[in-house]
């Protein structure tokens, strides 16, 4: 069965600091583009950072570059969201998603993070 399941959400002050994990079963994580999006309170889903199956390129929105890092441990089928410096912009529901180069995409059950004082 797949499985993508998220920990490391919960509150934090602003500057403060979380590590997001999705632990991945049931499929060969290591051929899957890994994807962390968020969701605001009415706001569009955003891509937040991306972490690409082969080459490991990444990418990042332009409001968490610098302060968030995407990685990925094969060997653990994790792929990992570590954020700092978090702002008050930065609450949101956070989904990470798994997506081949064939017709299959998978999606975590979400986290929150909340950052406020």
């Known amino acids: 069965q797949v499985q993508l399941v998220q920990s490391g959400g919960g509150l934090v002050q602003p500057g403060g600091s979380l590590r997001l994990s999705c632990a991945a079963s049931?499929?060969?994580?290591?051929?899957?583009?890994m994807t962390w999006y968020r969701q605001a309170p009415g706001k569009e889903r955003e891509l937040v950072a991306a972490?690409?199956?082969?080459?490991?390129?990444?990418n990042y929105a332009d409001s968490v570059k610098g302060r968030f890092t995407i990685s990925r441990d094969n060997a653990k089928n994790t792929v990992y969201l570590q954020m700092n410096s978090l702002k008050p912009e930065d609450t949101a529901v956070y989904y990470c998603?798994?997506?081949?180069?064939?017709?299959?995409?998978?999606w975590g059950q979400g986290t929150q993070v909340t950052v406020s004082s």
């Open positions: 972490i690409t199956a082969i080459a490991r390129s990444t």
């Open positions: 998603n798994a997506k081949s180069r064939g017709p299959y995409a998978f």
């Open positions: 049931g499929f060969t994580f290591s051929s899957y583009d």
